[in-house]
């Protein structure tokens, strides 16, 4: 019994949390090398408590300049709300490719 009660607060609790939250604008966009998405809510809505968020991720991958072998993607994860601006980015490295001709695989296979 008490854990059915428990239970039911939980999900009303939940449910109240998740109705707060209204989404104002999504964005995404892929075109080529480049993919973008980005979402602006307002939480807490219709509450002294409500806040502006704005949360997105960019990533643009560029191919290898001559004398590289590898293709790399940059990207930036952020978020902007009462706690401010927060910003991450990372590099991401495809592995080497490895290229023979066909004499070298010729002479590999036997």
Known sequence: MKFEIF???????VAGVLADTKVLHNVHIADGNL???EKISVNNADT?????V???SYSHRYEPVPGQNSPYTIVVIYVADKDG?????TIQVAPPVLS????TLKSLSG
């Open 7 to 13: 239970l039911v607060v939980t999900l009303a609790i």
């Open 35 to 37: 993919v973008r998405n």
């Open 48 to 52: 002294p408590d409500e806040e502006l």
């Open 54 to 56: 704005i949360d997105g």
């Open 85 to 89: 601006n927060r910003v991450k980015y």
């Open 100 to 103: 023979l001709n066909p004499s």
